[in-house]
């Protein structure tokens, strides 16, 4: 599977954004699906994750109430739209997949990234 994401751009605080991750090569339904964000000098982290099967998802506390996670089976592509952004959101986006396996979403091994998208936030 193929994943590559777009949308991220620079935005002033309190701004929203949308990013996209278009998905080739698998079927959304088979796969769990993530947003990780680096930031500068920082490691690499979980922002939002979620089972397609199950409907279920998890967001970091940062992000709780602001970034919704989605997906739109029709164009293969999931997407993160992101509300209210702080400088603290800057940093690098991923997307990333990994076949279902019947376990959560949030710290397991993803198998599948897609070129980062940058998100900077500053006024």
Known sequence: VQLQASGGGSVQPGGSL???CVVSGGILGDYVWA???QAPGKGRETISCMKSKRDWTYYADSVKGRFTISRDNAKNSIYL????LKPEDTGVYYCAAVIEGGYGC???TY???????????SS
Do not use: I, P
């Not at 198998?111 to 936030?121: H, K, N, P």
């Open 18 to 20: 949308r990013l996209s």
């Open 35 to 37: 947003w990780f964000r």
């Open 81 to 84: 739209q992101m509300n209210g």
């Open 106 to 108: 949030y710290g397991v």
């Open 111 to 121: 198998d599948y990234w897609g070129r980062g998208t940058l998100v900077t936030v």
